[in-house]
């Protein structure tokens, strides 16, 4: 069974500074997805990056990137210039197709981060 | 992005009455859609995948007549908690699988519903 582990539970940086949070998957699965959500305080889960596994390109989306290594099963996100807005729980997510043909998603514990002024 | 709408966002019934909660795909049709439950401070847990047109899927442990899934339609999906007590007291969220650039696809989430039952 696939498994998502997140060994940060808390995080703080100060604002403009970066920081990186940790995911470490297991599969045998060769084809899958993996993502970054924020769930901050409104509870609602937002998308903050993706990256197929046949990519070797490290995905980036503006102040966010992630350093992605297959063979290791390590899927980590870096926050650069971090700013206030970015303070919420954060959880890393593994996404497999299934044989039915639906997908099914599994979560991290989450690391809640928290960007001082 | 996509919108998924969740609907109520917080409730609170009585021990022993039933509640649904409604899950809306705004933009997009969706044939697969997921119930989850988070307790405070930890993660999602997937309950229920559920199918249009067909039986909902359980994950092991979860009590299907407990918690009724309907997805009559490409658009709409609910959560039915039924016989409610106070222990099913929870964060209920619902996401909905839309397609992205590329053929990729992700997970719209919903708003998220606060159920309390006293």
């Known amino acids: 069974a696939q498994t998502v582990t997140q060994s940060q539970p808390e995080m703080s940086v100060q604002e403009a500074e970066t920081v990186t949070l940790s995911c470490t998957y297991d599969?045998?699965?060769?084809?899958?997805?993996l993502f970054w959500y924020k769930q901050p305080p409104s509870r609602q889960m937002i998308l903050v990056i993706r990256?197929?596994?046949?990519?070797?390109q490290n995905a980036t989306e503006n102040r966010f990137s992630v350093n992605f290594q297959k063979a290791a099963k390590s899927f980590s996100l870096k926050i650069s210039d971090s700013q206030l807005g970015d303070t919420a729980m954060y959880f890393c997510?593994?996404?497999?197709?299934?044989?039915?043909?639906?997908?099914?998603?599994?979560f991290g514990t989450g690391t809640r981060l928290k960007v001082l002024a | 992005g996509a919108v998924v709408s969740q609907h109520p966002s917080w409730v609170i019934c009585k021990s022993g009455t039933s509640v649904k909660i409604e899950c809306r795909s705004l933009?997009?049709?969706?044939?697969?859609m997921f119930w989850y439950r988070q307790f405070p401070k930890q993660s999602l847990m997937l309950m229920a995948t559920?199918?249009?047109?067909?039986?909902?899927?359980?994950e092991q442990g979860v009590e299907k007549d407990k918690f009724l899934i309907n997805h009559a339609s490409l658009t709409l999906s609910t959560l039915t908690v039924t016989s409610a007590h106070p222990e099913d007291s929870s964060f209920y969220i619902c996401?909905?699988?839309?397609?992205?650039?590329?053929?990729?696809?992700?997970?719209?989430f919903g708003q998220g519903t606060r159920l309390t039952v006293v």
């Open positions: 996401s909905a699988r839309a397609p992205s650039e590329g053929g990729n696809t992700e997970a719209f």
């Open positions: 599969t045998s699965e060769s084809n899958y997805y």
């Open positions: 990256q197929e596994a046949y990519k070797q």
């Open positions: 997510a593994f996404m497999k197709p299934l044989i039915s043909g639906t997908y099914k998603y599994i």
């Open positions: 933009d997009f049709q969706a044939t697969t």
């Open positions: 559920s199918n249009e047109g067909s039986k909902a899927t359980y």
